[in-house]
């Protein structure tokens, strides 16, 4: 009998110690998607702190371009609002970047502007801030895919629905942003 009772209590450690350890492991991946999104969210400020210097220095050359500048600014109002979900900062995200592409290709048509110091150096720091985004947004699919597995994987996806804890979406590029850019027609404006 108390070999009995010795045996069923080591099998309830046992039992109890696996739930603890896939418990924490969920823990852990939760907070490695919230680290993660930190670190793709801090990128997007210094993008948004970027972005009216940019329009700044654009808006002297390109008055024309009025239209696009002024939706660059209002998406960047947009993104800096504070109770925005994940996924709306992601699709700010991506419509930002597009009107900065489009914004960078028009500028092409204005020699005297790309010769300008000041914008060689916000373009420049917009690229290094875009590339540091690209690598913030690997990272961030990274954990959210480990996260994703982590939850829906047996047994612990017992213990994912026990906490709650549901899917979380991945970090999409936008389809225009997948298509290749037409030089020509950067040349053929006038």
């Known amino acids: 009998m108390n070999s009995t009772l010795l045996i069923l209590l080591a099998i309830l450690v046992v039992v109890a110690l696996i739930f603890i350890g896939m418990y924490n492991g969920l823990i852990r991946r939760r907070n490695e998607v919230d680290n993660a999104f930190g670190g793709m969210d801090v990128q997007l400020k210094k993008r948004y702190d970027l972005i009216p210097n940019l ?15 002024n939706k ?20 700010l995200d991506n419509q930002i970047s597009g009107a900065i592409k489009s914004m960078l290709i028009s500028v092409e048509n204005y020699p005297e502007l790309k010769a300008n110091e000041n914008f060689i150096f916000l373009q420049r720091s917009l690229n290094e801030v875009e590339s540091q985004i690209s690598a913030a947004r690997r990272t961030f699919n990274a954990v959210v895919t480990d996260y994703n597995n982590g939850i829906q994987v047996f047994p612990n996806s017992i213990i994912a629905g026990m906490m709650g804890m549901k ?4 970090f999409v590029i936008q ?13 053929n404006q006038a």
């Open 55 to 69: 329009v700044a220095s654009v808006k002297e050359y390109a008055k024309h371009e009025k239209e696009l500048l």
């Open 167 to 170: 899917r979380k979406e991945v």
């Open 72 to 91: 660059i600014t209002e998406l960047r109002a947009s993104a800096l609002k504070p109770d925005l979900s994940v996924n709306e900062k992601i699709a």
């Open 175 to 187: 389809q225009a942003e997948r298509e290749n850019v037409d030089v020509s027609q950067m040349f």
